[in-house]
């Protein structure tokens, strides 16, 4: 069990070390494709292998390695993520009975790892991640069986980084442009992650910041077409576990004039990569053997033009240089997430309320639930709290609340941006999040949403005559009354909101009120109030003004 654990710390600390180093491999990233995602999808990979075995007890080391190479294939993102995995599972078939990991046992892994690898493309070139894991391999099996577990590894980390070296003498792609193979690199980081656990140096942890990936990093002409970066995980249909061949798939995407094919069977599951021009051609091909667990298509020409310096002449003015998820650490303690109506109430909520982000969702404050979980994952929290700020969005929160899977989500029951203000005022990030859950929800108590809007028609709203173009008094979600104009809704519903009690009225313009409309409201505040009051640009269309009442 000692020497098990001992292995769970060796993959954690690659694994760290690996995400710790992905922005740069991904600015390595020249061969097959200058795509600029090898650090990412690497990373991924290796997350996604993690995360299927860290909270899960082995009985043995070959047990262990086997589901963490079978998480691997799962995630597997890439050439090189799905090549990574291939070097893992053998690796873990070479070390399906060892006990000890003494240095008979790593041989046989490394030797495993090199034979699993080359098996699974089609075309190997050299000069590659591949490369490395060969040469690796070979030089670890020249160690002497009884040399010191630390030399052993030490003697590994050497050679590794002499193959990684000597990459661009093998690969004219990478010579041309002076950089080291990206998967390669990658695979490098990973095993100086576990021999970092093998010197007695412990767990590498993971970085707090990394450094920025902005694009432009190769500097090399692009010529032709890339196509699309097509990947799928099938889960085998009953008729072909145990019958289907790696040949079988490979000779029909050649078939297709597909490159850069990596195939794997893992008994139920089929997992491809491939560069194909036409990927639909290729899914539908791949669908006859089972159900879709994963597909990833990506248009290769595209983020050519992120990681090429000048872009690609292919491509017409794109800036996103990738879609991929980053791996979420929740790396901060407590986070607040708010609904406003404008980009205006936005720099105000975040700016001057402290809230961490906040969704503009615009004039009808109908943001999704994935709009939701996205926020979530930016502000990355192991806590967070959402004000929702209209009741039609409560709903959606909540239901991201229940979607959400690694932040403890708190939805507060605001339902105008008054209430989400003093919400927000309310928040203590000092505190637990019971206290904050208490306080931001008693908060809402302390306001009166008082909202101005013109009437578009005529209508009965709430048993009150609305006129076309007159305007209505709104409070809290409810209209209450109306007047020929907005000096005069002042003096008829305002004034019955303000008592000696008031503190302080916030007020948020909006586009339909201008210079005279807010003059005629300070000049009403001022003549009959001794209250104090805050004018906020709020920016929001529909009401001329939002005005919190504490």
Not at 242 to 265: A, C, E, P
């Amino acid at each position: 069990m000692e020497k098990l654990n001992q292995l769970k710390d060796m993959i954690l600390s690659g694994v760290n070390n690996l995400y710790n180093n992905y922005p740069y491999i991904d600015k390595l990233n020249v061969f097959p494709v200058p795509d600029g995602d090898t650090g990412t999808n690497m990373n991924l990979t290796a997350n996604n292998g993690w995360n299927d075995i860290k909270d899960n007890e082995y009985d043995s080391i070959g047990a262990f390695l086997s589901a963490f190479s079978r998480g691997l294939i799962m995630g597997a993102r890439g050439n090189s993520g799905v090549i990574f995995s291939q070097i893992m599972k053998g690796l873990s078939k070479g070390m399906t009975d060892a006990s000890e990991l003494n240095v008979a046992e790593w041989k046989a892994a490394f030797v495993g790892a090199k034979e699993i690898a080359y098996k699974a493309v089609m075309k190997p070139v050299e000069g590659t991640i591949l490369t490395v894991i060969r040469e690796t391999s070979e030089a670890a099996d020249l160690i002497d069986d009884n040399t010191e577990i630390k030399e052993f590894w030490s003697k590994i980390i050497m050679a590794a980084n002499v193959s990684l070296e000597n990459t661009p003498n093998l690969l004219q792609a990478l010579k041309d442009v002076g950089v080291v193979d990206s998967g390669a690199y990658g695979l490098v980081k990973f095993l100086e992650g576990m021999d970092a656990v093998i010197q007695g140096d412990g767990i590498i942890q993971r970085l707090e910041k990394l450094e920025v990936n902005e694009g432009g990093n190769i500097d090399m002409e692009i010529e032709g077409e890339f196509g699309y970066c097509t990947e799928g995980v099938v889960m085998l249909s009953p008729e072909w576990i145990n019958k289907l061949q790696v040949s079988t798939i490979r000779d029909q995407l050649q078939i297709y004039g597909n490159t850069s094919m990596v195939v794997v069977i893992d008994e139920d599951i089929l997992k491809v990569h491939t560069h194909a021009l036409t990927p639909g051609q290729v899914l539908m091909f791949l669908q006859q053997y089972g159900d879709f667990r994963t597909i990833k298509v990506e248009n290769m020409n595209l983020q050519a033009d992120a990681q090429v310096k000048g872009g690609n002449p292919n491509v017409n003015s794109w800036k996103e240089s990738t879609s991929i998820k980053v791996e979420r650490n929740l790396k901060n303690e407590i986070a607040t997430i708010a609904v406003v109506s404008s980009p205006e109430m936005k720099k105000y909520f975040e700016n001057e309320l402290g809230i961490d982000l906040a969704i503009d969702g615009g004039s009808k404050m109908n943001p999704s639930t994935n709009d939701f979980i996205k926020a979530i994952e930016e502000v990355d929290a192991k806590t967070v709290f959402i004000m929702p700020n209209n009741g039609n969005v409560y709903l959606t929160a909540k239901q991201a609340e229940k979607e959400e899977d690694k932040s403890k989500v708190f939805v507060i029951p605001t339902k105008t941006i008054q209430q989400g203000m003093v919400s927000a005022l309310a928040f203590d990030a000092s505190t637990t999040a019971v206290k904050n859950n208490t306080a931001l929800t008693k908060a809402i108590k302390n306001v009166t949403s008082f909202s101005i809007s013109r009437a578009a028609k005529d209508s009965v709203v709430d048993g009150v005559k609305v006129k076309k173009n007159q305007q209505m008094a709104i409070i809290d979600g409810k209209i209450v009354g109306t007047a020929p104009s907005l000096k005069a809704l002042f003096e008829k519903e305002l004034s019955k909101c303000i008592t000696s009690k008031t503190e302080i009225v916030t007020i948020f313009v909006g586009q339909e009120a201008d210079a005279k409309n807010l003059s005629e409201l300070r000049k009403f505040l001022d003549e009959n109030f001794d209250v104090e009051y805050e004018i906020v640009e709020g920016g929001q269309k529909i009401y001329s003004f939002i005005i919190g009442i504490e």
